[in-house]
């Protein structure tokens, strides 16, 4: 199994600013992914980050307000970007290993809330 | 991708057998079906993952029958700290992200 970390853990920031989340895992695995949460929600797809090219985003959000990066393949970031309070949320990254029928594990989340 | 339909909760008491079960009428043939078990403030833990007939590990079993249109995640003898949102997800081979369904809260109570 992979074991992922993020940081940081939590943040509190205030509108208009950006915050950049960090996913680390234990080893190399071939896919990223960033999710949402709400309170009391499901998780929500926000992106695949891919290695070596432009993240693939879901419906409803954009590259301009989530920035990621993914430069090796361990390692991935998403910038929150020009927060507003409605961006309050937990955000958590998954990893999933290099064959087709391998799980997904999910990193402790970042529980942020804007101002 | 399959879309999953479980209970929105469910109530225990502490030393049952919890079964909670999950309906995917348009499963694909290279579909797995995955459970996943989510604590408050935590990222979702993986639990198990089969793709017919039975699977068990030290944590719990999927019951999938034949055709494949349900299946049945079953936790024996609960406490109180099996207290979380179980997600059921139809995971598609090939790196594809996971799309998850509002789960099922399970409270287990004393």
């Known amino acids: 199994s992979a074991v992922i970390s993020q940081k940081p853990s939590r943040d509190i920031c205030q509108r208009g600013t950006s915050l950049t989340i960090q996913c680390q895992v234990d080893?190399?695995?071939?896919?990223m992914f960033w999710y949402r949460q709400q309170p009391g929600q499901s998780l929500t797809l926000i992106a695949t980050?891919?290695?070596?090219?432009?993240?693939?985003?879901e419906s409803g959000f954009v590259i301009d307000k989530f920035p990621i990066s993914r430069p090796n393949l361990t390692f991935s970031t998403l910038t929150v970007s020009n927060m507003s309070p409605e961006d309050s949320s937990i955000y958590l990254c998954?990893?999933?290993?290099?064959?087709?029928?391998?799980?997904?594990?999910f990193g402790p989340g970042t529980r942020l809330t804007v101002l | 991708l399959a879309k999953t339909t479980q209970p929105i909760s469910m109530d225990s008491y502490e030393g049952q057998e919890v079964n909670i079960t999950c309906s995917h009428n348009?499963?694909?043939?290279?579909?797995?079906i995955t459970w996943y078990q989510q604590f408050p403030s935590q990222g979702p833990r993986f639990i198990i993952q089969?793709?017919?007939t039975k699977v068990t590990n030290e944590v719990a079993s999927l019951f999938i029958p034949a055709d494949r249109k349900s299946s049945t995640l079953s936790l024996p003898r609960v406490s109180l700290s099996d207290t979380a949102v179980y997600y059921c997800?139809?995971?598609?081979?090939?790196?594809?992200?996971?799309?998850f369904g509002k789960g099922t809260r399970l409270s287990v109570i004393a």
């Open positions: 998954s990893a999933q290993g290099e064959r087709s029928t391998d799980t997904q594990y």
């Open positions: 980050a891919n290695q070596g090219s432009e993240a693939t985003y």
């Open positions: 080893s190399q695995v071939t896919m």
């Open positions: 089969g793709y017919k």
């Open positions: 348009n499963i694909a043939t290279n579909d797995y």
């Open positions: 997800l139809a995971f598609p081979s090939g790196n594809t992200p996971l799309v």
